[in-house]
Structure formats: C-alpha cells, structure tokens
DNA sequence: GACGTCTTGTGAATTTCTTCACAAATTACG
DNA sequence: CGTAATTTGTGAAGAAATTCACAAGACGTC
C-alpha cells in the first residue's frame, strides 16, 4: 500500500467528526462537496483522501454516512480499544486523565503514573495515582499500546526509554522537548508554545 | 515578501528552543547542519527557512547564536509582549493559566472568564476568574491580542464571536469544533484526540 | 428505456515543499 | 600570500500534495 500522508490522516479524523455529527442529525447520505464545507477543504481533496482506501461512494448519489462512519473508524484504527497509560499526574496529566473525549473514542486510560510521593496514591477520577517503579511490572498487566508524555521537559526522555521498553508502541508528547525513540515507535508530540508562537508570527507578518 | 509555509514557521519556533538551549550552554556559534541534527531536518531546509528572512549567517563559520536568536525572536514576534486572555476556567483552562511556559516567552494572561458562576471570583494562579458579561468591556482595558479557547465544544463558536468583537485578531482553540472567523484573525486548533487518532492510525497500519 | 442530473473516482496538470549541488565567502595555517 | 577546509545562500531539480477536469456510473422521471 502506498504510504499515506500525515496531512491525509488528519483529514480522515476530522470527516470522522463530521460524519459523527452528521449520524445524529440522521442525514443517511453526504456528498464530498458537503464533507468539503464542514472542514474548508475541496470535495476533490475528500475523495482523493477517502480512495487511497477503497471506493466508498456511489456516483450521482454520494457516501452513506454509517458506511463511511465504519469505514474510516476501521481505517483509523478505531474499531477497538486502545490502552493508554498516563506518565505525569500534574496539571496536564490530570486535565488529561479526566477529559472524556478520549474514552469516547476507544482511548482507555489504563494507568496514571507519577515520581512524585505526594502524588502516589491520590486518585484522579476514579484513577489511582501509582509510582514509576510499578509502570514496567505493571505494563505486563495492562499491556498498554499508547503512552501520554506529561512530565517537565528534563525528564521526556528518560520516560520516553522507560515506556518504550515496557512495550509501548507510541507516544503523544506533551513536554517541550524532541524525543528520540527508535522507529518502530510512533511519535507524536502536541506543543502549545509553538502555536502561540505561529499565532505571534501571523499577528506581526501579515496584515498590518 | 513571499507567502511563508505554516510548516516554516514552526521549525523557525524549534530553531528558537534548539538555540535558547545552545545559548545556555555558552555556544556562541552553531552551523545549519548542527541545527538541522537537533531538529531531524536537514541542512538545506534550515538554510533555507532562515534565507526566507535575510542572510544571517557568516560562511565558513555558520551562525551566531545571539544573533541568530534575536533574529528570530523578531520574525516570530516575540520580541515584545502578547496579551492573551483564556476563556474557560476548567480543567485544561487552568492547567493553561497556569503554566509558566508561555508567560516565559512573553504570552501574558492578562485574564481569565467563565461563564459559570460557581467558578466566577475564584482565583487561579494568581489570577481572578471574571465573568463573560464582563469580557467586552475590560478587553478595552487588556486590549487583548489572543484569546485561548478552552470551552465546550458547544459553546466555543459562540465564544470566538464574542471574543473576535472584542478586538481579538487570533485565537488558539483546545475545543474540538471547527470555528468560523473573518480572515483578519489568526486561528490554530489544538486538536488532542486527532493526534491520538494519528497514533491510532499508524499502529494499525505501518507494520505489523 | 432514454434522457437529464448528479456525484464519484482518478489520471493529468499545477502548485507547493524539500533536497541537491555548487559558487561564493570566510577562516585557518603554513 | 596561497591553498585547503568550511559552511552559507540559492537557483535548479525532484518529490509530494493539491486541484482540475472529465469519463463513468447511479438515480429519477417520463
Ligand atoms: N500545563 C500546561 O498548560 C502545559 C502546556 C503546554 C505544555 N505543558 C508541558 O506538559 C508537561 C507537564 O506540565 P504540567 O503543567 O502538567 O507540569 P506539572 O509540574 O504540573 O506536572 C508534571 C508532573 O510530572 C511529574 N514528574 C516529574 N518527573 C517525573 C518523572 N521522571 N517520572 C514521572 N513523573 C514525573 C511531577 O511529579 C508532576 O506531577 C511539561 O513538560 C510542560 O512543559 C504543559
Ligand atoms: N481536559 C482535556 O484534557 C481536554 C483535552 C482535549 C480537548 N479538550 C477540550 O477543551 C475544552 C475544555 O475542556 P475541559 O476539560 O477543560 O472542560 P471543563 O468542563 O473542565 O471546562 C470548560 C469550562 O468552560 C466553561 N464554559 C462553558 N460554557 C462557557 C461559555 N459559553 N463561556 C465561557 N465559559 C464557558 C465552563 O464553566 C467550564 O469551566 C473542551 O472543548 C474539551 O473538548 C480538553
């Protein structure tokens, strides 16, 4: 299969929420032109990105909504659970660990862990805080496929090698801080600093 | 000057973290190619990012770090000060408020608004949560130039409106809901479950 | 069942982004 | 001063992503 690009995959889980949406407006049938609009891209960009897949229109008339729904759930990976254990129980990783959006989606919190003492034991909705001496005991148990990086930026890396060696097979990096991990391990980092900074840069740059 | 590419702009802001951590460490001057090893990129594309702006390097010798950083601070607008107020006071809200991270870089939270009145006077880090009602009429006071989005999903598109009347010109948005603005006013999404869905995607798919 | 309307799926064209490759500058050093 | 070693800045080439544009299929109607 051809490698598909990250931009694509991007698309694919917004269509995803559009569609969704769409299923509880019981539309039964979307045209790529309507896909389009929602996500101000082109109809001819949406099919494009839905037939690296398959074809799953029918000319003249457009997509089934629940059809493409199960297609693309299917695509994404997301038609089963996905374990994610929590490394950091601070303000990130806790906002984290209670956002429902995740499980929603088949992102089942399995474990959140912290270095800190204080924080062992605490619960955060429902989840009990446990040490990093028990995440590679543990990830024997939980079998965690997916694993949320939110710790200071001087300790990414030293948790990043802690979890890919318990078995994890990718990472979503909160810290402000590039990881190395070997490439059989998906990377994925979400840093708020450089939006802002993209946001600086359009306010200085264009117009005015 | 020539449209710069949105993924320009953020390699210019690791170019800026690579080098705030160069300057620490008392390295007065680095080559592209040393950049581009911090940042998995290539020499070619650090030279060229940087020649969209001018020529600030020397050849034979490579670039000054000072320099270097104070050019970029400029390009990327962080040389003076950025006023932000985040609109949402929950859980990511006042993780956000709190953060050290952006006030470092000269994002200042001059205010924070809720609109529900159990959490309206409480304070977060320092920082008073004010109503909704009150948001017109103080931004002539902050004079705010980016509002952070951290509320429901459902109220979010409501909230940009109010916040883009009151003189915003960019908004950063943690609400996973497409926001419509007029093109006078920057916007970047912060989409968390699109980068576990990215993640989920690449398990699935590339090997195994 | 022929005709008109609609919308997909996809090669080709176009645009955008990245990498190559090398002349021009600069330094180091004998 | 001359030569070797670097490293920049940038056109040109190459790769990747997006958009165009249209033939082919599906449906509705008469
Ligand atoms: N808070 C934000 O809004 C925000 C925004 C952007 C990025 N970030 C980044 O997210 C990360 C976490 O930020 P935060 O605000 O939640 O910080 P925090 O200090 O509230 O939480 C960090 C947690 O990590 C734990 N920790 C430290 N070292 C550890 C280790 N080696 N192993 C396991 N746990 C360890 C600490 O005990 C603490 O509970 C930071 O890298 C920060 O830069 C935070
Ligand atoms: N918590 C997370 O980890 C996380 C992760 C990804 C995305 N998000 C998104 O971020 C947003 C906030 O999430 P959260 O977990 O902080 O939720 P939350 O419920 O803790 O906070 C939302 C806050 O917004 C306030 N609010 C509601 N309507 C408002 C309005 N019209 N005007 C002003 N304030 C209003 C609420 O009173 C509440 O304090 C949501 O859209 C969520 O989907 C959160």
């Given amino acids: 299969m051809k490698r598909i690009a990250e931009s694509t995959v991007r698309r694919l889980s917004l269509y995803l929420r559009f569609l969704e949406d769409f299923e509880k407006r019981s539309i039964g049938t979307i045209s790529s032109d309507e896909l389009a609009a ?5 109809s001819a960009q949406v099919r494009k990105d839905l037939s690296f897949f398959g074809s799953f229109g029918k000319r003249g008339l457009g997509y089934s909504v629940p059809e493409l729904l ?3 759930r299917q695509i994404l990976g997301l038609d089963h659970e996905w374990h994610v254990v929590i490394v950091g129980a601070g303000k990130i990783g806790a906002a984290l660990a209670q956002y429902r959006g995740f499980s929603q989606r088949g992102f089942r919190i399995v474990a959140l862990y912290d270095s800190d003492p204080e924080k062992v034991g ?3 909705d429902g989840l009990q805080i446990r040490p990093m001496s028990a995440l590679t005991a543990e990830s024997h148990h939980h079998r965690p496929d997916i694993a949320v990086l939110a710790v200071p930026a001087t300790a990414a890396q030293e948790v990043a090698d802690i ?3 318990a078995g994890v097979r990718a990472i979503l990096n909160f810290a402000p801080q590039q990881l190395q991990v070997p490439d059989t391990v998906a990377l994925k980092e979400v840093n708020m600093a450089i939006e802002l900074e993209g946001l ?3 306010l200085t740059n264009l117009r005015m």
Same sequence: chains 1, 2.
């Avoid at 929602?38 to 082109?42: D, I, K, L, Q, V």
Wanted: hydrophobic share 45%; aromatic share 6%; net charge positive.
């Fill in 163 to 165: 979890v890919v060696a």
């Fill in 38 to 42: 929602r996500g101000s891209t082109t």
């Fill in 70 to 72: 199960a297609r693309l």
């Fill in 122 to 124: 605490r619960t955060v």
């Fill in 200 to 202: 600086s840069f359009a």
